[in-house]
């Protein structure tokens, strides 16, 4: 079964660092245009981050300079580098990606910024 699955989320102080990773599994043949939105309770799911396959990788306003995408081809891996975080990054954050042509959504993982 095809599937994208997060893990890193958790509780951070403000100002801190967290890695989260979203490992493809299954029958893979292709893994293309991968990214990170996140939800926060009672608004909309918004994007965070875009590597698409053919273009440069977007990053919305709020996180530039202090998110990072990055994916391992080898290992069909997608992370988000945040740092320098804050209370209104506390969101459940998602991993995207077409796997064989096919759009893919992860189940999320929460993460919570305290003041």
């Known amino acids: 079964q095809v599937q994208l699955v997060e893990s890193g989320g958790g509780v951070v102080q403000a100002g801190g660092s967290l890695r989260l990773s979203c490992a493809a599994s299954?029958?893979?043949?292709?893994?293309?245009?991968v990214g990170w939105y996140r939800q926060a309770p009672g608004k909309r799911r918004e994007l965070v981050a875009s590597?698409?396959?053919?273009?440069?990788?977007i990053y919305a306003d709020s996180v530039k300079g202090r998110f990072t995408i990055s994916r391992d081809n080898a290992k069909n891996t997608v992370s988000l580098q945040m740092s320098s975080l804050r209370p209104e990054d506390t969101a459940v954050y998602y991993c995207?990606?077409?796997?064989?042509?096919?759009?893919?959504w992860g189940r999320g993982t929460q993460v919570t910024v305290s003041t």
């Open positions: 995207t990606g077409y796997i064989n042509l096919r759009e893919r």
């Open positions: 299954g029958s893979i043949f292709s893994f293309s245009d």
């Open positions: 590597m698409p396959r053919d273009a440069d990788i």
